[in-house]
C-alpha cells in the first residue's frame, strides 16, 4: 500500500477511485493535453485513472489540501535492477509553482529510502522544455531520446527525453 508523505502545503496521499473524474479534467486542460498521450489513450479517461487507483501505482497529488495533480510510478524489483520510474501532471493553477518539483522529490526519496530504488527515471517528451527544465531541477539528468517513442495527441509519433536520477544525486 502506499503509504502518505508530505513536504510543506504539499501532500502525496493513494489514489482514491473517486479522483478520477477531476484528474481527467485535468488532463484535458491545454496546458496539460499536449503532453498526456493520445486521445484515445486509457491514461487520459475517467477509468484509467480508477485503475491507477485500484493498482496503487500512482499518488493524488494535494496543495494545502485540494486535488492538484497526479504522480504515477513504476517499480522494477529484479534485484539486479532495482529501479523506479515516475510521471507526473499538475493543474494549471499550480503549475509554475515549483510543486512539481517538490512532489518529485518526495516521491523520489521514498522510492530511495524506503523501497531501496537505486536510480529514478522520468521520460518527457524531448518538446517538453518546461517539464524538462523541471526534473533537472530535481537532479535528472538526460540519457538519450527514445525516438518515436509515444503517440501524441495528434496520432503522431513523437521522440521523449530518457532522463534518470542516481540515489547519491538526489538533492
Known sequence: MLPTLRDGRLTLRPLDERDAG???A???HPSVSPWWGSEDSASRTAEGFAEDAREEVAFAIEVDGAL??????????????????????LSPEHQGEGLGRVALRLAAR????????HRITIDPACANV?????????????VGVM????RGPDGAW????????LAEELA
Do not use: K, N, Q, S
Open 130 to 142: 518546461r517539464a524538462i527544465r523541471a526534473y533537472e531541477g530535481v537532479g535528472f539528468r538526460p
Open 68 to 89: 492538484a495533480g497526479w504522480l504515477g510510478l513504476h517499480e522494477d524489483d529484479e534485484p539486479d535492477y532495482r529501479w523506479a520510474g515516475l510521471d507526473i501532471f
Open 22 to 24: 477531476d484528474l481527467a
Open 110 to 117: 521514498w522510492l530511495i529510502d524506503e523501497r531501496g530504488h
Open 26 to 28: 485535468i488532463v484535458e
Open 147 to 150: 525516438r518515436r517513442y509515444e
Open 158 to 165: 513523437r521522440d521523449a527525453l530518457l532522463m534518470d536520477l
